[in-house]
C-alpha cells in the first residue's frame, strides 16, 4: 500500500537544544489533537466512508505518518544532547526515567497515547466533522507552538505542518459538500 521514501516530508532543522519545546510538542506526538491520532483516526474512517471520498482519508491518514516523523525528528534533536539534570530542569525527569531519551507516545503532560483518541462514529458526516474539528485544533497547537520559540528553523518546520493542516481540514471540506450533494441527489428519487 505505501512506498517509504527515506527522507522527511519537510526538512527539519533544529538551531539548538529546547527542552521546554520538546515537551510541548510532545502534544503533537502522543496527545489527543496529535498526528499518531490523526493518522489511525483517518484510516480507521475510511471503512465506513462511501468510496467517492476513501481515498482521501487514506491520503490524509498516511500524510499525518509523515506528520508524526517530522514531530519525532523535532523532539530528537531538540532533546538529544540533554542532561539528565537538564530533563528534570525541564520536567521531562519521569519520562527520562521511564524512557531515557527515547521517544514514547505520551502528550505533554506526561499521559501516555490511549485509542480512546481516535474518534469513529461509523456516519460519514460526522465523522468528516469530528476531522476538521481534528485539523482545527492541530493548527491552533501548531500556531501556539511556533509563538513559543525564536528558534527560526524549528518555526519554518512547524509553519510547514500548520499549513498542511489548514489543507487537510479544507480538503475534508470538500468532502463533506461532496456527500451532502450526493445525499441530495438520492433523496430526489
Known amino acids: 500500500m505505501w512506498i517509504y521514501e ?5 526538512p527539519v532543522k533544529v538551531g ?3 527542552l521546554r519545546l520538546a515537551k510541548v510538542l510532545m502534544e503533537q506526538y502522543g496527545g489527543a489533537d496529535g498526528e499518531l491520532a490523526a493518522a489511525l483516526r483517518y484510516l480507521n474512517q475510511r471503512y465506513t466512508i462511501p468510496d467517492k471520498v ?5 491520503d490524509i491518514g ?3 505518518f509523515a506528520h508524526l ?3 519525532a525528528t523535532m523532539i530528537y534533536k531538540l532533546t538529544k ?5 537538564q530533563m528534570w530542569e525541564a520536567g521531562l525527569g519521569p519520562h527520562y526515567v521511564a524512557h531515557g531519551n527515547a521517544l514514547f507516545y505520551t502528550n505533554s503532560g506526561g ?3 490511549t485509542v480512546t483518541y481516535i474518534s469513529a462514529k461509523g456516519d460519514p458526516i460526522a465523522d468528516l466533522y469530528e476531522d476538521i474539528a481534528a485539523e482545527e485544533k492541530a493548527r491552533a497547537s501548531y500556531q501556539w507552538m511556533i509563538d513559543s520559540t525564536d528558534d527560526v528553523d524549528i518555526q519554518d518546520s512547524l509553519k510547514f505542518l500548520r499549513e498542511r493542516e489548514i489543507i487537510h481540514a479544507l480538503r475534508f471540506r470538500e468532502a463533506v459538500e461532496i456527500l451532502k450533494d ?3 441527489e438520492q433523496t430526489i428519487f
Open 16 to 18: 539548538k537544544c529546547d
Open 69 to 71: 516523523e517530522m514531530i
Open 182 to 184: 450526493k445525499e441530495s
Open 81 to 85: 544532547d540533554a542532561t539528565p539534570e
Open 62 to 64: 498516511t500524510e499525518e
Open 54 to 58: 476513501i481515498g482521501l482519508l487514506t
Open 111 to 113: 499521559t501516555p497515547f
Open 6 to 10: 527515506k527522507k522527511l516530508q519537510y
